[in-house]
């Protein structure tokens, strides 16, 4: 992976809202590098700001969103570009794949013709080509009978198909960057797989960087190369997976390894061990770290201070925790086991 | 956008007292959306201060509405703000005492056809099956009774006095508020918490009246308020068609029919009566929407 | 789809014939419709008044007479008037044509206005020009039709003294007599309609602009829309190819579900303008407590519906790709 190029830079990306209540600021201060092929999970609960990040990337924010930081693709600032330069960049260089596929296709048009739209969109070809084109992405899609299924409309499809198709849209014309944001989540369990492997192969097809954002830190583990862990609109974590896994060096990521179901009896007891509280408002973040308050190591200073993002196990294993040395070695129960009894006790 | 920041304040409320954000209450939240709505704000006071001069200004007024004055069909002046007509009444009075009138049908009839059109539709769509085919056919029924037919003769037949011209407006209108009601009762109804009423026993009428007309409410008190707005201007073509209230009671509707043939003679007979019937009805219409906005919050979400 | 539609035409039936017998009662209850007759100077010999009551049906029984009407309708004969010598039939065909017009253009002009118009509000939402259009819809929403229709009648007096000639008639549906070939007929014809069908279209636009409007923020706001800006389509086509194309789907049931209050509209603008369409024939037939008359127009504008509501029905088919195999 290393010495590949790099493809995208984000560098302190920010993104707020107004809203009558005041500024919600939803993106504060994300910064990460995707070199070709490299697939980046982006792991944080709703709200922690993983799919405006991804937005604020494509260009596809509300006019009322407030944008700094930097995007560059290839060199290529992205933050402020003008519209027509944006558009041969959306689903031409870098292509996306949404949460849902049942709300992500129009009900009106056959799918055929809406991922030859696609190719249309940045390619100079006949319609005939096109709709070809189409063909061939569906076969790849594994979509059998690719030919007569491109004339169907999107509700003669499952869940997983209509998925299958959207990869097949975003993979149209060999973008070098694939952002897919919660591909699997409305999706049944069982065919999670399978939308898993078409991404996989829509990647490898076109040796695109993708960036994968999920909730669900199981499906990093067997995709991803690198992990970027996010809470209340910051990136806490960022590292390789076996880092983050076998390594997590902020109490969250911690946390979200600790209510991970696992059939391996890796853990002792079959319990999972849950975060409690829930994230806080982004609209009036207190000063000190976000995490604090559901954190079972806080200190007085993390009420205080907001951690910054440094060096942890390795130069490249990043955590913004001011405790990151102790977490060494420690497991999820070891640390939030405590919780329980620290919150009957109503200490500190 | 603003829903996230909703949910996001209520969550910190579990925050130690670093951060002091209140919970709303559902109406509360209601409240300060419609508040939020600028154009109804300003309709809501607009009304408001209609409802006060035709009331109150109505009474204390230097004429009253049957008043003849020694000055007939004069313009507008300063003894009489909207003119008087050829008999010499006083339009201002006339007016005042007209939108009286019209305000008291429309809201009868807003009430009568709201209570008949909710407890109908609720009914019919909680039911479901052979009991709502039934309801809606006669809802069905209802609508296709022409109006004009239906209050033509039945305001020959009584005389025509105002309470009646909006019980036969209310008798056609309430089928509107039922089919609204029924739609939004067929999917409350399959809610867990309804679902879960039933488990536990709770008997039909008391879902209906406890869950159902409760959880309906937004969008039964936004159609009722659109409602008063149409039924103004029913009453007004009523009463234009001459099917309407009948002299010597008056209404906005039956002012400006009798003015009908004077607008190029006595055109103040027409404007006046007829800018307060706008203004009313565009008011009521207002609030609605900022009811609308209120209650359903989704409407206004905003991405593209 | 078709089949879901024709068994909506067959509930009709029973639904019409339930109508027009509660119409048929409240007309006949209303009052004696031979009392313009018995009312004259000198009064008319009781032989007259028998006749007459014999011609009407009037000796039979109130069930009798409802059921000798519905049994004529079906062989096409609508019963005797009021009115001597006024052929039912003939009469509310040649009305329904005048009418129709009226309605017909009203509804393209509604349709296309409000289309343009839901459509912009939608794309610049809370901007001025948002604001602009909101407030003309909700006052034309919040217009007396007559009160409007008046206020464009004079309008149009007022133009045709500023031009020194008629532009637009102010009254009646063509004039008796017309000089000329077909083009100044058909002149003389638009001329008339000009002022009733802008009337009638305006009320209809008030509340089909918000509804388009609604339905088009909707889907500006769906996955789909803002996949296809990912796609890198221009905002032009994203809002053509696939917003709006969507989103006139809903406004085809909206029309259908208006027309009955369409037709109630063009009663009054008819009346209004003094033509001798369908409002004019039941206001008149209503006056003179013609209960044959006013089941024929009750028929009629049931009819109406029911045939706009299955082009709706099919409309809505053709549009949305859904339908089809539900």
């Avoid at chain 2, 304040?9 to 209601?30: F, G, H, K, M, Y």
């Avoid at chain 3, 014809?189 to 802008?198: F, K, N, Q, R, S």
Wanted: charge should be neutral.
């Amino acid at each position: 992976m290393t010495g590949r190029e790099t493809v995208l830079e984000v560098e302190d990306l920010t993104v707020s809202f107004p809203t009558e209540d005041g500024l919600v600021r939803a993106v504060r201060g994300v910064s990460y590098d995707l070199r070709q092929g490299e697939v980046l999970g982006i792991v944080g609960e709703s709200g922690s700001g993983k799919s405006v990040t991804s937005m604020a990337v494509m260009g596809l924010l509300p006019g009322s969103a407030k944008v700094g930081g930097s995007v560059r693709f290839r060199g290529r600032e992205l933050i402020g570009a003008p519209d027509k330069e944006m558009r041969s960049i959306r689903g031409g260089r870098i292509a996306m794949v949404f949460q849902d596929p049942m709300t992500s296709l129009n009900p009106v048009y056959p799918v055929g013709d809406q991922i030859a739209e696609a190719v249309r969109a940045h390619n100079d070809v006949s319609a005939a080509a096109a709709r070809e084109r189409a063909v061939e992405l569906l076969a790849m899609m594994q979509i059998p009978r690719p030919r007569e299924r491109a004339r169907d409309y999107p509700h003669e499809f499952s869940g997983g198909m209509r998925q299958r198709v959207v990869i097949a849209t975003a993979m149209a014309n060999d973008p070098d960057v694939i952002i897919a944001d919660e591909p699997t989540t409305a999706l049944d369990v069982t065919v999670q797989a399978q939308v898993l492997r078409a991404l996989e192969t829509a990647r490898a097809a076109t040796d695109a960087a993708m960036v994968l954002i999920t909730h669900d830190l199981g499906v990093v583990a067997g995709t991803a190369d690198r992990v970027l862990v996010m809470y209340a609109g910051r990136p806490v974590e960022l590292g390789s997976v076996d880092d983050i896994y076998y390594e997590p060096r902020m109490p969250y990521t911690l946390g979200l390894i600790g209510s991970l179901p696992r059939l391996d009896n890796a853990r002792r007891g079959d319990r999972l061990i849950p975060i409690t509280g829930s994230p806080p408002s982004l609209l009036e973040l207190p000063p000190g770290c976000p995490f604090a308050p559901r954190c079972p190591m806080r200190q007085e200073n993390c009420e205080t201070a907001e951690p910054e993002l440094l060096a942890a196990s390795t130069a490249d294993h990043l955590a913004a925790c001011h405790f990151s040395a102790d977490l060494e070695g420690r497991r999820p129960e070891d640390v939030f086991a405590q919780t329980s009894v620290d919150n009957a006790g109503g200490a500190r | 956008m603003s829903d996230d920041t909703e949910v996001a304040i209520r969550r910190t409320s579990n925050r130690p007292a670093a951060v002091v954000v209140r919970q709303r209450s559902q109406a509360e939240l209601v409240l300060r959306r419609f508040l939020r709505h600028k154009a109804a704000v300003i309709s809501l006071v607009l009304f408001v201060g209609v409802i006060l001069l035709a009331f109150v200004g109505g009474a204390l007024w230097r004429y009253d509405y049957a008043d003849i004055t020694s000055a007939p069909s004069v313009p507008p002046s300063f003894e009489h703000p909207f003119g008087t007509d050829n008999l010499g009444h006083d339009t201002f009075a006339q007016v005042l005492r007209g939108t009286q009138r019209s305000i008291e049908i429309a809201l009868l009839i807003a009430f009568l056809a709201g209570l008949v059109g909710t407890l109908w539709g609720a009914f019919s769509g909680y039911y479901r099956g052979i009991t709502d085919s039934v309801m809606m056919r006669f809802v069905d029924l209802v609508l296709t009774l022409p109006l004009l037919a239906v209050a033509a003769v039945l305001t020959r037949a009584t005389s025509g006095s105002w309470w009646f011209v909006a019980l036969v407006i209310a008798a056609l209108q309430w089928a509107y508020v039922a089919r609204v009601v029924r739609g939004v009762v067929l999917s409350l109804r399959e809610k867990e918490y309804i679902e879960a009423s039933r488990a536990l026993g709770a008997t039909d009428r008391w879902i209906i009246f406890r869950h159902v007309i409760p959880n309906a409410l937004g969008p039964i008190i936004v159609n009722v308020t659109i409602l008063v707005a149409a039924a103004i201007l029913v009453e007004t073509a009523l009463s234009f068609l001459g099917l309407g209230v009948q002299p010597p009671d008056t209404s906005l509707g039956l002012l400006v029919s009798e003015a009908g043939t004077a607008v190029s003679t006595r055109p103040w007979l027409f404007y006046f009566p007829g800018v307060f019937i706008v203004v009313i009805a565009l008011t009521i219409n207002f609030i609605g929407d900022g009811l609308r906005d209120a209650f359903d919050p989704t409407q206004r979400k905003v991405r593209a | 789809m078709l089949a879901y539609s024709f068994r909506r035409l067959l509930v009709s039936i029973p639904v019409i014939v339930a109508s027009t017998f509660v119409v048929f009662l409240l007309v006949t209850l209303s009052g004696d419709p031979l009392a313009n007759l018995k009312g004259r100077n000198p009064p008319p010999s009781p032989q007259v008044i028998a006749v007459e009551e014999q011609r009407l049906h009037l000796d039979e029984p109130m069930l009798q007479r409802y059921i000798t009407w519905i049994s004529g309708v079906v062989r096409g004969d609508f019963g005797p008037s009021v009115r001597t010598n006024l052929d039912i039939g003939h009469e509310i065909v040649t009305r329904f044509g005048v009418t129709v017009r009226l309605i017909a253009v009203a509804v393209l002009l509604a349709l296309v206005l409000a289309v343009v118009v839901g459509v912009l509000s939608a794309v610049k939402q809370y901007s001025s020009t948002d604001y602009g259009f909101t407030f003309a819809a909700f006052l034309f929403l919040s217009m007396p039709s007559f009160w409007f229709a008046v206020l464009l009648k004079q309008g149009g007096i007022s133009l045709n003294n500023l031009v020194g000639d008629r532009v637009v008639y102010t009254i009646g549906e063509r004039s008796v007599v017309v000089d000329g070939g077909a083009w100044a007929q058909l002149a003389d014809t638009a001329g008339h309609m000009v002022l009733p069908t802008i009337s009638l279209a305006l009320i209809s636009f008030g509340a089909w602009s918000r509804f388009q409007r609604a339905s088009m923020l909707d889907v500006l706001n769906s996955d789909y829309v803002l996949f296809a800006r990912a796609k890198g389509l221009s905002r032009r086509r994203v809002v053509v190819r696939h917003a709006l194309r969507t989103a006139l789907i809903p406004m085809t049931t909206i029309t259908a579900l208006d027309f009955a209050s369409l037709v109630s509209g063009a009663v009054i603008i008819e009346t209004v303008f003094q033509w001798r369409g369908l409002g004019d024939f039941l206001v008149t037939s209503v006056n003179q407590r013609d209960a044959y008359a006013v089941l024929a127009w009750l028929l009629v504008v049931a009819v109406a519906v029911i045939v706009f509501n299955l082009i709706a029905d099919l409309l809505y088919a053709l549009l949305d790709p859904r339908i089809r195999y539900e």
